[in-house]
């Protein structure tokens, strides 16, 4: 069984920043990759990056969504089972429900969220202007 807890959400004002949380439980710890979506209210669920966790030829490898690239960014705590999305800059479009998802075995096309097999509930995130 695998479970995957956000937390970190809330409100920020515009330009600030924020840092997103997912605890890992179950075979999180050996996933072939792991990544964030967002969705705001009326619109699809969308890539936000992601990081392949495995131990093999491309683990570190990140991917970002042209709109929070060099603002945000995907790490990983490997003691503490732990992905993190910390998030900068951040501005009034950026607020949506984060979501982290794990994928556990080789795959391609990871932008996509239906190649993910575990989702967390989501964590809120608010940017006033």
């Known amino acids: 069984q695998v479970q995957l807890v956000e937390s970190g959400g809330g409100l920020v004002q515009a330009g600030g920043s924020l840092r997103l949380s997912c605890a890992g439980s179950g075979r999180t710890f050996s996933a072939y990759a792991m990544g964030w979506f967002r969705q705001a209210p009326g619109k699809e669920r969308e890539f936000v990056d992601r990081?392949?966790?495995?131990?093999?030829?491309?683990?570190?490898?990140?991917d970002y969504a042209d709109f929070v690239k060099g603002r945000f960014t995907i790490s990983r705590d490997n003691a503490k089972n732990t992905v993190y999305l910390q998030m900068n800059s951040l501005k009034p479009e950026d607020a949506a429900v984060y979501y982290c998802?794990?994928?556990?075995?080789?795959?391609?096309?990871?932008?996509?969220?239906?190649?993910?097999?575990?989702w967390g509930q989501g964590t809120q995130v608010t940017v006033s202007s």
């Open positions: 990081m392949i966790t495995w131990s093999g030829w491309n683990a570190g490898s990140t």
């Open positions: 998802a794990a994928r556990l075995d080789y795959g391609m096309g990871l932008r996509e969220s239906r190649r993910y097999d575990y």
